[in-house]
Structure formats: C-alpha cells, structure tokens
C-alpha cells in the first residue's frame, strides 16, 4: 500500500479547480477507437472515504481484458485533497488514484473509472482528467446519470439509448443485464462511444457492473477498512 500527501499546488479553492478543469479539457483526444474489446490488459480503478477520519483509499485492479482474470493490483491510501462539490469530485480522487496506478507492476492498459468521463457538467469528469494526466485509454461507466437525460434502453442485453444533454449525447446508458437498469458509459480520454460500450458489455457478463469496477470497489473498501482500523 502506498501512503500518498497531497500534491504541492493542488488546488484549494473551487475557482482554482475549475481553471484546471479548463486547461486540461482541451487535451482531451476523441478521435481515437482505443483498444479492441476483449484484447490486453484493463484496469478498474475506485475510492472509498472515511470523511471523518480525513482517509481515502484507492485501488487499481488489473484483468486479463478476455479472461477477466485479475493480473495484478495495488492501493493508495492518503488524506483527502479537496472538499466534496458536486462536479468537482475528481480533485478529491486523482491523487490517490495516479498513486495506485504507479504502484503497478504491468501497463494498465484502458482505464475504466467508477464515474464519469464528457457525461460531466464540464465534460470532464474522472475518466478525462486521469486519461489526460496519464496519457492512457480511458472510460467511465456510471451507476446514475448524473444530471442528463435518457430514454430506458429496451431490455435485451446490451441495448442503448443515448445520454443526453440538451441535443448533446454526452455516453449513453448500457443495458448489461436483461431487464435490469442500466449503466451510464461515457468516452474518458482516447476512446470512442461504440468502443466504450463494447468494452462495458465485455466486462459485465454476469453483473449490471463490470468485473473492473467490482473489484476495485471489494480492494479499496479492504484498504480503508485497514487503513483506519
């Protein structure tokens, strides 16, 4: 586990993170397919918080992209960088986040992130920012969705209907299970929609989540859990 301090100059402020936001949204690289669904290495990356203790905990978790087995893993645990704005939630995760996936010991491959990437106020969510800090493939799949508008997809497997904001599609919600609700994909940094989806489908072939998000969620509560024990 790697113990992560908050970075010299991170931002403190909301105006401060919202300049960031602005910079950094405009290396966002959409015209690129990524890596084919299935193929290589991919990564699940989540947080868990003790708000009262000041803790949050990351965890990466690296598959087999066509097994789903898991490669290799690794947590961070630091204080919390910035306070809780809606909007603004990557400034509370990134640092932890950039700490585990450097404690890996293999390329993490495409990124998937427990949020959101342009389905985002500001059309740069989590997936975006650390896709363009790290260079990497990436995309976010989202339980909820957030403050768009969706028509239900049908319900087969694998049925869509785009996110929208406005005329806007920002992702789309993913049917990965039949008849049960959907997730809400978007394209974080590198990747397109169709391939995004296809790679959510790839890794959810039991469960509404996929098998990244799962296991990085059950590795970062164990490392809170540790953390403050």
Known sequence: MTTVRIPAGWPATEEQARAVQDELRERVVLDEPGPPPGSGQVTGVDVAYDDERDVVAAAAVVLDAARLDVVAEATAVGRISFPYVPGLLAFREIPTVLAALDALPCPPGLVVCDGYGLAH?????????????????TIGVAKNPFTFAYDDPDAPRGSTSPLLAGTEEVGRALRTRHAVKPVFVSVGHRMSLDNACAHTLALSPAYRLPETTRRADALCRRALRDATA
């Open 121 to 137: 106020p500001r059309r740069f969510g989590l997936a975006s920012h650390l896709g363009v800090l790290t260079g990497l493939p």
